[in-house]
DNA sequence: TACTTTTATATGTCTGACATAATACAAAAA
DNA sequence: TTTTTGTATTATGTCAGACATATAAAAGTA
């Protein structure tokens, strides 16, 4: 008879790298390094660990790539801030997300525009509404003898909401998204008709820089989500495996 | 006299292995390659570009680092969906965030949470209600004669909701940006007293779970709002260098 | 057919060498 | 003295060739 296997975890199959990189991390954290502090060099480390300068190197380029560390010749490596954003961007510069992942972040900036709200109240500025108006008023005249919808000054007017947000990494996440609209925008089969939402009976860029200037956050929410109805209406209807 | 040198660009200063993965981008997009397709090993590029295999591999290290492709013994190299949220996950591993960047996230999990009751009302199911309700049950119960608050009874909660989502990305997100609320419910100086929200004047687990029985998305939204009132205040009067 | 053994092969690791750029320091010039 | 320029040093960057290892595919066996 045979026994069941499916219990047994796979004992460790780890590469040579993958080992000197957990110790490299733990190194890291026992000696409570912090940014900008500069570590060994790679022959020490090769040394201290028993392996060759080869092994080291890759798993050293791994924490490079993820923004861990940067090495300069003749100065050796500091540690730095990673980038969290920055691994994201490499991603989706190959093009390779799939159909889901897609998805899900079309949906992730649905909820970012409707939860900034509060956000934006507080750190509103003349300057930023004043902004915001040039970009309403440029769309109105472009617009005006015309049902066509103009992305550039869609882009323009959420993006400078996000920028009012005054946080930078929600900010990045939105450039960086620009391109993922762009193709669920351009892939869409029921056609542009959708997305002239900032006319007819939905709340027009207007009316929403209207509320920001003398409403509150929780009119503001419930605009933007009037705003937003034509996607939510096909995200919330298209059924997700 | 000496003339400005200001508007001299430095010429690249690019790596070999820059380059090549520069070359491979091109590649990739030239052939139109898509997840699951395999590319041509090691030894065929160093030839094709004509450069050692370890820069070749010092390349190609970088792609798997971030996801893009995977690489097993004698079989060569794979294009593979890359895992957007992994990599985020190892930046914060090496817990090299710096304020700035933990801040940004708090905010970012106070956006998410105000803005995905949609998307729960949407997809909400009666095995989600039951479930949360053994949630705040519990909840009530370890915390009826204390005023103690449970970090673990509000991870479940909130944790459930960012399930009910229904959007893995999201998910995962939450997931990974756990240990970093940790971090900041620790690093605060005024104290716990902040965190015993879901008490008091404040809106509750169980009234938010009411709205979401038989209550509206915007409801819901107002509710969380108040939820989350302690922490929006903290954000909302901390001053932004 | 189903199973086991062998073989070929692409990645993984090692070694040792040289190239290159950034730094420190000495020498020269102002 | 101060500034500039040359020189030596050094850690990373790149190279070449070898062997180790896992495994897909082929060959052999029942």
Do not use: C, W
């Not at 892939?187 to 900032?198: H, I, L, R, T, W």
């Not at 027009?204 to 409403?215: E, M, Q, V």
Request: net charge negative; no cysteine.
């Amino acid at each position: 008879m045979k026994t069941k296997l499916s219990k047994m975890a796979p004992l460790e199959n780890l590469s040579l790298v993958d080992k000197v990189e957990i110790r490299l991390k733990e190194y890291f954290k026992e000696n409570n390094l912090k940014i900008g502090d500069s570590i060994p060099k790679e022959l020490e480390f090769a040394q201290a660990l028993g392996v060759s300068r080869t092994v080291i190197r890759e798993a050293l380029l791994r924490l490079r790539t993820i923004g861990v560390i940067q090495s300069k010749k003749r100065s050796g490596m500091v540690l730095t801030q990673p980038d969290i954003i920055q691994n994201f961007e490499k991603a989706i510069e190959y093009n390779l997300l799939g159909e889901e992942a897609l998805t899900d972040i079309f949906e992730l900036r649905l909820i970012l525009e409707m939860g900034m709200a509060d956000l934006l109240f507080a750190r509103k500025t003349k300057a930023d509404l004043d902004a915001l108006d040039k970009i309403v008023s440029k769309q109105e005249i472009e617009e005006q003898n015309t049902v066509l919808f103009s992305l550039k000054n869609e882009i323009a007017f959420h993006g400078k909401l996000y920028e009012m947000s005054n946080n930078s990494t929600l900010q990045r996440f939105q450039d960086l998204l620009l391109p993922v609209f762009n193709y669920v925008h351009d892939n869409m089969p029921q056609g542009a008709e959708d997305f002239k939402y900032s006319k007819g009976k939905f709340v027009t860029h207007r009316d929403l820089l209207n509320i920001l200037i003398d409403g509150d956050a929780e009119t503001f929410r419930e605009a933007m989500r009037n705003h937003l109805e034509p996607h939510f209406e096909r995200v919330l209807n298209t059924v997700k495996s």
